[in-house]
Structures are given as C-alpha cells and as structure tokens.
C-alpha cells in the first residue's frame, strides 16, 4: 500500500517571552511526527530576526512581549516578500483583543488563546501551515465590530474595483466568508461541493493577493463588499 506521508515535517518558531510556555509548547510539538520547533524566541525583534533565519511555515507568535511586540514582529514578517511562505499564528488570553485584530490587519493566519487545548494548539498550526485561516465566527463578528468598521487613515484598504474582478459567485462565497462562515456551510447554503466553494475561495485569493483567508475577510470589509452590522444591543447611530 503507498503511504502518504508528508515530504517534511512543519517548521515552528515559538515567540513568547514566558519560558516556560515556550517549553510546555515545544515538547507538544517536537512529540507530534510531522511537527518541529526550530527556534525560540523571546521578544518579537528575535522572533523577526529568527524567522528571517530559519523560514519556517508558522511563527506561533505572542502579542504581549518586552520590547518590540508581537504586533509590531508580525507586521514585519508579513510585509517581508521573502517570507511570503510563513504564517503567523497570534496566542492571546482574550479573543476580542484589539491588538489580535490589528495583528489580522498586519497580515496574520489567525489566534490561539493560551488556553488552548494540546489537540487545539496542533490542529491550528495545521491548518495555518496549509494556507488556511484560524478564525472562528463568533471571533470574526467581534473583529469586524472592532475594527473592521473604521479603518486606520493608513491602512491597505483594498479598492472597490478590485473586488469587481471577482466573478458573481467569488464574491457571495468571500462574503459567506467574512460573515465567519466555514467552506461546509458556505457549501451547503449554496448546495455546491466544499472542494468547489475551496476553488472559489483560491481564485479570489489569487485575484486579490491575499495571503489567505484571514486577509480576504478583511478586504471583503474594506472594500465594501460587506458591510458590517452592530454588535447584538448596540445602538446604531
């Protein structure tokens, strides 16, 4: 029987200034097969300077550090073209920090809380690694309130115009997208494959430059494809 085991094992760089955190994390993921640690770092201008060093698929990155913060690091790893094959995945204690939601703006993959269970901190470097966003519903609808509402005066902002290029059906599976919706869901309100809302997802991607899901859902904001709604008892103004 031919196996199917991948060609490498993913590469992580743990970047937390809590040493003992960054153990605990290291033994979990240098115990899994297809997994390895291959730095640590405990600010975020050693976390850049490392991930430069090493290239590796996901940058497990804390926000609160001395220093230059994982804010800051993020935004410098994703703004760097040669490491365009790295992912940044946030680890926060509060899921509706607004520094996560300024990080996702930077160009993350997604967060962990640190409470995250072993099989849960696993599972997210997966599918981050893979290209995927790490954004659960309810934490893109508190994103969105947060911040996707008022852009900052020098953000990206993705021009209406390049949305337009998006065919009739990459636009309502982006916008299913930004409302937190998974390609299963989207696949069944749609009554298609979720191998063909996961093509739709791709081609708009390519067509945006989006890095992956997680910045698609901030341009079909920006741009205006969607627009957000108040939090549930908020008052509209």
């Known amino acids: 029987m031919t196996s199917h085991l991948p060609t490498r094992a993913t590469r992580v760089l743990l970047a937390d200034d809590q040493a003992l ?11 899994t097969p297809d997994m390895t640690v291959v730095a ?29 913060d994982g804010l800051a690091a993020t935004a410098a790893i994703c703004a760097d073209p040669d490491l365009s094959g790295t992912r940044v995945l946030i680890l926060t204690t509060f899921e509706n920090d607004e520094y996560v939601a300024r990080a996702l703006r930077a160009g993350a993959s997604g967060f962990l809380g640190k409470d995250v269970s072993a099989e849960g901190l ?21 994103l969105i309130t947060r911040f996707l509402t008022t852009p900052e005066p020098d953000g990206r902002l993705a021009p209406p115009e390049r949305v337009s290029a998006l065919t009739g ?26 191998l063909t809302v996961r093509s739709h997802v791709q081609r708009a991607m390519t067509k945006l430059n989006a890095r992956d899901r997680a910045q698609l859902v901030v341009i079909a904001y920006q741009s205006g494809l969607v627009r957000p709604t108040p939090p549930d008892g908020a008052a509209t103004p």
């Open 21 to 31: 955190l960054r153990a605990t994390f290291r033994i979990l993921i240098d115990s």
């Open 40 to 68: 640590e770092a405990a600010d975020g201008k050693e976390a850049v300077d490392l991930t430069r060093a090493h290239h590796p698929d996901v940058v497990l990155m804390d926000i609160r550090m001395p220093g230059t």
């Open 122 to 142: 696993l599972t997210g470097i997966h599918t981050v690694a893979a290209g995927e966003s790490l954004l659960s519903p309810t934490a893109t609808r508190t």
């Open 169 to 194: 059906r990459e636009r309502e599976v982006m916008a299913l997208a930004a409302h937190g919706r998974s390609n299963a869901e989207i696949a069944e309100m749609l009554v298609v494959s979720p």
